[in-house]
């Protein structure tokens, strides 16, 4: 996938990641919809913006009508509500698989036959090293970007035939407005964004941003005790 001279659409493009990729895609000369909620909250100069809630069916068609040149779908737009599945808020555990998962997917069903027309083109959907465990206080975070990393392998076979290029994207925290209140490591968003476009043009099916990331993908191959215990201890 070369980026220069691509049309790329990028949902949640209003901050965070999403800026920094559509900024970034920008400057690598690519043509850009910058897709967002609230479409007043886009700041990128050069940039077409378009509302899009992707939870929104109609919204979604509408957006794929508008942005009928795209070959680069990245899906970033996602939230993280804090829930947990056991005891939790059951509405908010249900709303992050209402936007991470069928929002994602929804978005993804509506552009494929735009990429196909276009050439094949490319799917970036946005995970999360969540994706492989869970945490406290991300239950229904982890199911969602589970549910989005198996999702884009399914994806990508059924799409194999068009020559549409799926890739998943897995980091740990970003210094983001969503991991705001983490006190942990967080990698800078610019640099995220920057790993996800140098896989994409790389070919890349997997970007696993971070050693965290790459340490708990690691740990799926070994007994999963080892891994949950040392969650645990902290």
Known sequence: MQIT??????????????????AQLLE???????AARRPESVDLP???VLALDITDPEAVAAAAAAAGDVDLLVNNAGIS???????????AARREMDVNFWGTLGVVRAFAPVLAANGGGAIVNVASALSWFAAPGAGAYAASKAAVWNMSNAV????????TLVTS?????????????????KTDPADVARVV?????????EVVVDDWSEMVKASLAKDPAEFYERLLRG
């Not at 509500?81 to 509405?91: N, Q, R």
Request: no cysteine; charged share 20%.
């Open 5 to 22: 001279g691509a049309t790329a659409l990028v949902t949640g493009a209003n901050r965070g990641i999403g800026r920094h990729l559509a």
């Open 46 to 48: 050069g940039a077409r």
């Open 197 to 205: 476009l140098d896989g994409v043009e790389a070919g890349r099916i």
């Open 169 to 185: 994207v897995h980091l740990g925290a970003a210094d983001t407005d969503m991991m705001g209140d983490y006190e942990g490591p």
């Open 81 to 91: 509500t804090g829930a947990g599945l056991a005891t939790g808020d059951l509405d």
């Open 156 to 163: 990508r076979l059924e799409l194999a035939g068009q020559g």
């Open 28 to 34: 690598r000369g690519a043509t850009v919809y910058a």
